[in-house]
């Protein structure tokens, strides 16, 4: 069974991601994409714009020494512009580690993705990781 391609569209996101390809990434969002990131901490808000996102995941690469590890568990497609993923996001940040499970409702318009909502298992405990 093929995948759908808007599954095909945020595996490929997550791959460029891996990589740090921010120039790959920055052509498969729209130019007024937004981040939603739950939590109090300095990552969390409403990152608005494709500048404001690429700079996010610059923040998590140099906030984790580049030890940030995303492992993809399940893409979901709905087939009207949606896709929700699953991963388990480690990384280390001083003497302090994580393993946490998070997901991303993205949004997909015209092949790009537009809004990317995270969801977190632990909001306190990726607050404390952030702080």
Not at 11 to 40: N, W
Not at 91 to 109: K, L, P, Q
């Amino acid at each position: 069974m093929a995948e759908h391609p808007d599954c095909v569209l945020v595996r490929g996101c997550y791959e460029a991601f891996a990589r740090g390809d921010m120039e790959k990434l920055a052509g498969m969002m729209t130019a007024d994409v937004i981040q939603h990131v739950p939590g109090s901490s300095p990552i969390s808000g409403h990152h608005k714009g494709r500048e404001a996102v690429l700079d996010l995941y610059r923040k998590l690469g140099e906030g984790t020494k580049g030890t940030m590890r995303l492992t993809l568990d399940k893409l979901l497609a709905d087939g009207r512009g949606h896709v929700m993923s699953f991963h388990t996001t480690r990384a280390d940040r001083g003497d302090r580690g994580i393993e946490i499970h998070e997901g991303i409702f993205f949004t997909i318009v015209g092949g790009k993705v537009s809004d990317l909502d995270v969801c977190i298992e632990d909001i306190d405990e990726n607050d404390a990781f952030w702080s």
